[in-house]
């Protein structure tokens, strides 16, 4: 009797305990070219005050950015963003923000800001004290876009997308290379932001079983195109 | 007479109120914003120009000012990203951002604007300058306030939002609080911060706003209040209203005294004149010089109206002189050819002399009127003789009145007749008999003598009297001018 009993333990254990519990891998291969956009920064405020052009200057472009974004991916890497506050600027306009993201607000003059934090659908602001010459940091909890509004200059603003995906690669020119090991089996979306707006999107499954899945992607023109699958995105 | 005087000073007033609403038909309080607002232009201009001086003074070597700029402006050099590289006036440590500062360097323009910091508001002029290929920018900073406001003529307060933050013509927004209602003055400058425009405080007072120019994203405007008083000095409406009705009410008054003090005055002298009349014997005359405020041009009529009453008197005399004497007429026939003695005697014309009539004196009051008795006192026969007027209840009244006395040439007074008698008294009392048919000749000679002296010495009359010379009975004439 005493080793049935034994015996059905060791069964019961073998039944409850998988066979393997190791994650599966995945590799992401993204070629980007980054071309040139409209300076996203650029104030173009129409106060209606008189000017005139005294020095003639090439139309100020900035660099694309491209961010990759995996959803119901949870990882632990958290992803800070700061934004100065400089005279009457935000030194960035737009800010693509994992989920429980944090942004440090970092004041650079010599007398306190404050500044507002509106989210879209909500009528009752937050607002945030930044101390002369000091930082203050703010985490985003809630997926959702927000505004923030410089108390000052109130045409400052930023606007913050916080994704439901708390993983977001950024992209830099040329070839990018990401390796992610511990992906967990289950269904999975990537989706590639230009800046804000999201230009492609694919669903995938990882497997139970330990394997490697490999993503290869081309960025070029605003277009993405899937190489493994010959897929482009409807951009 | 005083609503007349009521009903003047009351069209005067709406006259004069009308008169200056259509003043207003000239937009003159829209075009004192126009010139406020030009006003304020012109400064941001001046700014601008500043700037262009300052880059004009300034080096600017490898991101680093190495050339320093003289000016009186307060002024900032600002690198690509908005960072202070140089200057005599810090506000911020980066002016990035700020609309006039983005032009300069983002646009290579040159441009005016303002920003504020907290509770101080600056007007700025930005030039760019282009140094080793990058673009910079010179600031220039005029902080706005009340000195700010002294540029304008009038009146003015800056709204930042809804709240005041400069003032010029305290004092005569204060006079208008107290005229128009601090509550309604508040009330309507928040209507025109709003809404921008124009609002009537009175009829002559009228404010006006305008908006400069701030950024469409949600930027706090500042709104320039002028005020336009039509009339300068006159912002207190109703001060200026009670003060009119006040000196209307005043004239009233002083027009009603001086209207009774003349209706009293004439009044007066008419009463005089009235009373001077009613003891005027027939044939006389009032001294005109006497009578003034109309009453003189009454006397003027009426002498002239007893004037013409004896001479008609005369011309009636000469022809039928009193019913008796017609009667006679018609009994005795023609009379004109009886002997008639000549009553002049031996040439008996005195010499003339420009005299003036002579006084004679009058009787009083109490003698007998209208008729001449020749029996009694002998009177004189002067045909107009001026007379003092003896009056021994008022003397005074004898200093201011003269009355011209004359003989009635009436059918019972005619100076004729008299003269008649008093020869035939004469002669009477030599025993001499007078018959009545000698009158009739004895008259025409007298008239033809008085025509012809009057004719020879051109005098206006001829006084006529008789004088007993060596018992007989001598008429003698006088001339008078």
């Known amino acids: 009797m005493k080793n049935f009993s034994k015996f059905l333990l060791v069964?019961?254990?073998?039944?409850?305990?998988?066979?393997?519990?190791?994650?599966?891998?995945?590799?992401?291969?993204?070629?980007?070219?980054?071309?040139?956009?409209?300076?996203?920064?650029?104030?173009?405020?129409?106060?209606?005050?008189?000017n005139f052009p005294f020095v003639k200057v090439p139309k100020n472009k900035e660099n694309e950015h491209y961010s990759v974004i995996i959803e119901s991916y949870d990882t632990k890497e958290a992803k800070n963003e700061k934004v100065e506050i400089a005279g009457a600027e935000f030194s960035i306009k737009n800010v693509l923000l994992p989920l429980n993201g944090v942004i440090t607000f970092d004041n650079k003059e010599n007398f306190p800001r404050q500044i507002t934090i509106l989210a879209e659908g909500e009528s009752e602001p937050v607002t945030v004290a930044v101390p002369p010459k000091s930082s203050v940091q703010q985490p985003f909890i809630a997926a959702g876009t927000y505004k923030i509004i410089d108390g000052m200059f109130s045409w400052n603003i930023v606007t913050v997308n916080v994704l439901a995906s708390n993983y977001v690669w950024t992209l830099k020119e040329g070839r990018n290379r990401k390796d992610i090991p511990d992906i967990a089996p289950g269904s999975y979306t990537l989706k590639i932001y230009r800046g804000t707006s999201r230009i492609y999107s694919e669903a995938f499954t990882v497997v139970q079983i330990q394997n490697v899945q490999n993503f290869t992607y081309k960025i070029e023109k605003g277009k993405v195109v899937n190489l493994d699958a010959l897929s482009t995105s409807m951009d | 007479m005083a609503v007349v005087i009521t009903a003047l000073s009351a069209a005067n007033f709406l006259l004069f109120k009308d008169f200056i609403v259509k003043i207003d038909v000239q937009d003159g309080a829209k075009n004192i914003a126009k010139l406020a607002e030009s006003e304020l232009k012109s400064k941001n201009y001046s700014l601008i120009g500043n700037s262009f001086e300052i880059a004009r003074q300034i080096k600017i070597e490898k991101g680093k000012v190495t050339s320093k700029a003289n000016s009186e402006k307060d002024y900032a050099i600002v690198g690509g990203n908005g960072a202070v590289l140089d200057g005599n006036f810090k506000v911020m440590n980066s002016y990035a951002g700020i609309p006039a500062v983005e032009r300069a360097l983002k646009d290579g323009s040159a441009s005016d604007g303002m920003f504020s910091t907290g509770s101080d508001l600056y007007l700025i002029g930005v030039a760019p300058v282009l140094a080793d290929g990058?673009?910079?920018?010179?600031?220039?900073?005029?902080?706005?306030?009340?000195?700010?406001?002294?540029?304008?003529?009038?009146?003015?307060?800056?709204?930042?939002?809804?709240e005041q933050i400069a003032e010029k013509g305290g004092d005569t927004w204060h006079s208008v609080e107290n005229s128009y209602g601090k509550d309604n003055l508040n009330a309507d400058m928040a209507a025109l911060v709003t809404s921008g425009g124009q609002k009537e405080l009175n009829a002559w007072t009228r404010v006006s706003a305008f908006a400069m120019p701030y950024d469409l994203a949600g930027g706090e405007k500042i709104t320039i209040v002028t005020m336009t008083s039509l009339i300068p000095g006159w912002e207190s409406y109703s001060k200026v209203r009670f003060n009119v009705i006040l000196y209307s009410v005043i004239a009233i008054l002083v027009a009603l005294f001086f209207t009774f003090i003349v209706t009293h005055e004439i009044d007066k002298i008419l009463k005089k004149l009235a009373s001077d009349i009613s003891r005027m014997r027939v044939g006389e005359k009032l001294v005109l010089k006497k009578y003034s405020n109309g009453a003189d041009i009454v006397v003027?009529?009426?002498?002239?109206?007893?004037?013409?009453?004896?001479?008609?008197?005369?011309?009636?005399?000469?022809?039928?002189?009193?019913?008796?004497?017609?009667?006679?007429?018609?009994?005795?026939?023609?009379?004109?050819?009886?002997?008639?003695?000549?009553?002049?005697?031996?040439?008996?014309?005195?010499?003339?002399?420009?005299?003036?009539?002579?006084?004679?004196?009058?009787?009083?009051?109490?003698?007998?009127?209208?008729?001449?008795?020749?029996?009694?006192?002998?009177?004189?026969?002067?045909?107009?003789?001026?007379?003092?007027?003896?009056?021994?209840?008022?003397?005074?009244?004898?200093?201011?009145?003269?009355i011209a006395a004359t003989v009635a040439p009436s059918v019972q007074a005619n100076p004729f007749d008299v003269l008649w008698e008093e020869y035939c008294r004469i002669k009477r009392k030599h025993g001499e008999s007078v018959s009545e048919k000698e009158k009739t000749a004895f008259i025409g000679k007298v008239r033809t003598n008085k025509a012809s002296i009057m004719a020879k010495y051109k005098c206006s009359d001829v006084q006529f009297s008789v004088e007993e010379k060596d018992g007989k009975p001598v008429v003698k004439a006088k001339p008078v001018n």
């Not at chain 1, 019961?12 to 992401?28: D, R």
């Not at chain 2, 673009?135 to 000195?147: C, N, P, S």
Request: hydrophobic share 35%; with cysteine; net charge negative.
């Open chain 2, 300 to 402: 003027s009529a009426m002498n002239k109206l007893i004037q013409q009453y004896l001479e008609l008197s005369e011309d009636v005399g000469s022809i039928t002189s009193s019913p008796l004497l017609r009667a006679e007429k018609n009994k005795g026939g023609d009379d004109f050819d009886a002997a008639v003695p000549d009553p002049f005697g031996t040439g008996s014309v005195e010499e003339i002399k420009a005299e003036k009539p002579v006084h004679a004196e009058m009787p009083k009051k109490e003698a007998p009127k209208q008729e001449v008795k020749p029996e009694p006192a002998k009177p004189d026969l002067s045909h107009t003789m001026p007379a003092q007027l003896e009056d021994d209840d008022d003397d005074e009244d004898n200093e201011k009145t003269q």
């Open chain 1, 11 to 50: 069964c019961s254990l073998l039944i409850l305990c998988p066979v393997s519990v190791s994650a599966a891998m995945i590799k992401l291969e993204i070629d980007c070219k980054l071309g040139e956009e409209k300076n996203e920064n650029r104030l173009d405020i129409k106060d209606g005050y008189w």
């Open chain 2, 134 to 162: 990058k673009l910079f920018a010179v600031i220039t900073f005029e902080k706005f306030g009340d000195d700010l406001l002294s540029v304008f003529p009038m009146p003015v307060r800056a709204f930042r939002g809804s």
